[in-house]
Structures are given as structure tokens and as C-alpha cells.
């Protein structure tokens, strides 16, 4: 089992649970740490820490999606994984990124009035620009869910990074917004929208899912994971299954299949 370093010399301190919540009973926060995704899945050996929430001020080797790395100064964002031993039905990273996309963009409508949109397979963008990564990792049994939520970096902050097509709440609204605060909102809809999931009610999160990436209807690129290439009108954006129409079929493909999919 592969063990995250805690940077700061304290392992983390502990915050009252929530009772009558799934996912956040258990929040651990740590001031530096390598990566939340790492130190999450040190607690997949037993089922009973489901719900458990790790965050962090700072990350030093935060994780993105294809081996990319997530970045922020100290207390500027949201850095949190979250454990899940989901049943076998729910046990897909397209599903669950979806549902932590869905979240993020609730969050984001709470606390700034903005909407969020999500761009495939797992970022979530305002105004065209990312604004949240999210990297779900599975396990025989377990899923960690992994959110990057940029919440008060300055333009500077991006420029010196070397990311221009990034932005924050705050550059957006023109303030800062209270970081822990933003995260118990994060932390409220990812339980609401679990629980609802839990219940076998897919079709609300599918319906936001969907209309957020606002592809459907449109000509598409869709890049296969085997590395092929698919041009079409897009019928559907469903978790059964991408229909796109080409000049001589329509083929659906499954989510997992799929590593971009953009509107041309």
C-alpha cells in the first residue's frame, strides 16, 4: 500500500462528524501533504471509512488526469479525495465523475451565482475556462474521488503558472470567497447527489450531466481510448452509452471508451 507524506509534521486533525451525512462524517485536513488522492486510499482496506473526506491547504504532487499535475499556492483552493465503496452498479469512474462534476457545478452556483460547464472527461470550466480537475481512481472495492477546485488565485497566480486558460471563483465574482466554507457547501451536494444515486435515482444526475456539456445536437469529435477517432452528429450523451451519427452508422460507445469528446 502506498503511503502519502504528510509535509507539515502533523498528520491531520479530526472535525466533528456529521451525522446524518454519508460522505463528510469523517473530515480530515492536513496543512501539506504529497497528494489527498494517495492518503484517501490508505483507508480502502475497510469498508466502514466510506464517506471519509481528506483535504489539504497545499499539495505537493496533486494528481490530474493522464499523469498531469494539479498546482495551487497554500489555502487557495479546494484540494479534497473522497473514499467511496460504492455497490457494483455505481462502481464506474464515469458515473462517479459525473456525479462529482454535477456537485462542483451546484457549489459553484451557490456560492458565486455563476454556471459551471463541464468539459470531457473531468473539468469543470466557467466561461470557458477550467475552474475545477477532478480525477476519480478505482480499486477492487473501493473509488476515490479526487476534486481540485480553484477558488481564490489571482490572474497573477495563472500567469506565473504558466496557465492561461485557467481562472477562480474569485477572479470571476471580483472577490475572495471563504475557502472552508465553499468546501462544506462541495462537501453538502457531493452527499446529496450520492445519496440520490445510492437510491437508484441516476436519471436526475444524468439529465444535469448531460445539458452541461451542451454537445447533444452538434457535429463531434470523439477520441477512442484504442486511439481511433469518431466524427458525427451527437444523438445521445448517456452512462449506457455516446450515439454518434456518421455519414454511414450511428455508433454508441461507452463512456470509459472515450477520452475526449469536443464540439468541432
Not at 494528481?63 to 467511496?84: E, H, K
Not at 447533444?216 to 458525427?232: L, P, S, T
Request: proline share 4%; charged share 20%.
Amino acid at each position: 500500500m502506498q503511503h502519502a507524506r504528510v509535509r507539515d509534521g502533523s498528520f491531520m486533525k479530526f472535525q466533528s462528524p456529521k451525522c446524518d451525512a454519508s460522505i463528510g462524517r469523517d473530515v480530515r485536513s492536513c496543512a501539506s501533504l504529497d497528494s489527498t488522492n494517495t492518503l484517501a486510499s490508505t483507508f480502502s482496506s475497510d469498508s466502514a471509512n466510506h464517506g471519509l473526506v481528506v483535504t489539504a491547504e497545499m499539495q505537493t504532487a496533486g494528481r490530474g488526469q493522464y499523469a498531469r499535475s494539479w498546482q495551487a499556492p497554500p489555502g487557495s483552493s479546494i484540494l479534497m479525495s473522497v473514499l467511496l465503496f460504492p455497490p457494483p452498479e455505481l462502481r464506474r469512474p464515469s458515473l462517479l465523475t459525473a456525479w462529482a462534476a454535477v456537485s462542483v457545478c451546484a457549489t459553484i452556483r451557490d456560492v458565486s451565482g455563476l454556471e459551471g460547464t463541464i468539459k470531457w472527461p473531468n473539468d469543470v470550466l466557467i466561461k470557458g475556462k477550467k475552474v475545477c480537475g477532478i480525477l476519480c481512481e478505482a480499486g477492487p472495492r473501493h473509488l476515490v474521488a479526487g476534486i481540485g477546485l480553484n477558488v481564490n488565485q489571482t490572474a497573477d497566480d495563472f500567469q506565473k503558472m504558466e496557465l492561461p486558460d485557467a481562472t477562480s471563483l474569485g477572479i470571476e465574482i471580483g472577490n475572495s470567497l471563504d475557502v472552508s466554507k465553499v468546501r462544506d457547501t462541495l462537501i453538502s451536494h457531493l452527499d446529496a447527489e450520492y445519496s440520490r444515486l445510492n437510491a437508484g435515482e441516476i436519471t436526475l444526475l444524468e439529465t444535469d450531466w448531460r445539458t452541461r456539456f451542451g454537445l447533444i445536437g452538434r457535429i463531434v469529435r470523439a477520441e477512442q481510448m484504442d486511439g481511433g477517432v469518431v466524427v458525427g452528429y451527437l444523438r445521445e450523451l448517456a452512462f449506457d452509452g455516446i450515439a454518434i451519427e456518421t455519414a454511414d452508422e450511428v455508433l454508441v460507445i461507452q463512456p470509459e471508451m472515450i477520452r475526449g469528446l469536443r464540439g468541432i
